[in-house]
């Protein structure tokens, strides 16, 4: 689900003459593939409808084509679809869809195609620090995360006592104490920093 959401998000940052529905009909689309190719995971292989129709419309055929140009063999396309064509037949078929749906961009009304215009100057603008968010809070945020590193790293090396061999007590202690180490680092460098702007 979170990759025609992200192809899409990229779309719509790159390609910008598109109607206001591209987005949504890009990610639909790429989650009806999503659903294709994992199908066999929601249906039984025994009269499976999906598998029937997929070999009438002829994709079977140029599905397992295309997965033997990809080195797959022994292709099953009742089974989940192997990781390189999901991503691949993922990127495709939401950029196509959304280039697609580009086609219509001129048949949109004037005011909807302002507020599109409208959308990308906002977004395109610089944030004002001072007048939007008042001033920087990066050394606020630089000792909250030391403290929940430290939280979070003590309570990785007291998951040692919990270890039933020797490399799971090192392994605790090891990681544990490296984000306690982190966190400390953290908080005492936002504490000074805060001090010198103090001043």
């Not at 409808?49 to 033997?68: E, P, Q, Y």
């Not at 078929?93 to 048949?107: D, E, I, N, R, W």
């Amino acid at each position: 689900m979170a990759m025609p959401i992200g192809i899409t998000c990229a779309m719509i940052y790159f390609v910008r003459h598109c109607p206001r529905w591209a987005g949504l009909f890009s990610v639909v689309s790429g989650m009806l593939y999503s659903v294709v190719t994992q199908h066999g995971r929601i249906v039984g292989i025994d009269g499976c409808s999906f598998c029937a129709v997929l070999d009438k419309t002829g994709i079977t055929g140029a599905v397992t084509a295309v997965s033997r140009w990809m080195g797959v063999e022994n292709f099953n396309i009742h089974e989940p679809w192997p990781l390189q064509m999901q991503v691949l037949g993922m990127v495709t078929v939401c950029v196509s869809t959304y280039l697609f749906a580009g086609l219509f961009h001129k048949k949109e009304s004037a005011a909807k195609k302002a507020l599109t215009t409208a959308f990308y100057e906002k977004m395109d603008r610089p944030v004002d620090f001072e007048t939007e968010v008042g001033g920087s809070e990066d050394m606020r945020q630089l000792i909250i995360i030391g403290i929940l590193a430290m939280i979070i790293g003590s309570g990785i090396c007291l998951l040692a006592f919990f270890a039933d061999s020797l490399s799971g007590i090192v392994s605790c202690l090891g990681v544990g104490g490296v984000v306690l180490v982190v966190g400390i680092i953290f908080y005492r460098l936002g504490l000074k920093s805060k001090a010198k702007l103090a001043e």
